[in-house]
């Protein structure tokens, strides 16, 4: 099974993707595999599992992963303004 999720927030994509590292460079291949990409302001997360549980899994903890940086980062671009 796999999804594909594209999300466009201009510039803190590059960001958010040295935040998503970590745990991207993680192997688990028994839960699947998960690879970011980036291009014209939009992170791309491409997810593969072996079922459709693990993939539910695994896409809802990275939107989890992607919402929590993104407030961060909001939050702190917010702080120094």
Known sequence: MRAEIKICIGGEVEALINA???EV???AP???MVNLS???GCLMLY???RDLSS???LVS???YLIHAAYSTL???RNSTQ
């Open 38 to 40: 980036r291009g014209d």
């Open 61 to 63: 903890s990275y939107l």
């Open 55 to 57: 993939l539910r899994a």
């Open 30 to 32: 028994e839960r699947g």
């Open 74 to 76: 909001t939050e702190l």
């Open 25 to 27: 460079n993680q192997p």
């Open 47 to 49: 997810i593969e599992a």
């Open 20 to 22: 998503l590292l970590a």
